[in-house]
């Protein structure tokens, strides 16, 4: 059910902000917000091209790129650029 919020909240708010809403509401117990922070930055890094996709599972404290794509699969492309 989360992924579908996740794919709800990319279209309806854009890549950002729809990756905020989806840390703050997808996930139980709530991320810790250095967690949120870290996550967040990452993606901004990963969307800018300055770092690769596995130093991208690293920020988002996950084991592997398969864990990833469950997670934030939605957000790893670059369409709607803001």
Same mark, same amino acid.
């Given at each position: ?6 794919? &709800? ?6 890549? +950002? ?21 870290? !996550? !967040?930055?990452?993606?901004? &890094?990963?969307?800018?091209?300055? !770092?690769? !996709? ?26 709607? +650029? +803001?």
């Amino acid at each position: 059910m989360g992924s579908m919020h996740a794919q &709800e909240y990319r279209e309806l708010l854009g890549r +950002e902000v729809g990756l905020k809403a989806h840390l703050d509401a997808n996930f139980f117990p709530p991320l810790p917000m250095y967690v949120r922070s870290s !996550i !967040i930055d990452g993606f901004k &890094e990963y969307w800018n091209g300055k !770092i690769p !996709i596995d130093e991208l599972v690293g920020r988002c404290y996950l084991r592997d790129i398969d864990a990833l794509y469950k997670y934030f699969g939605f957000f790893l492309g670059d369409e709607d +650029e +803001e």
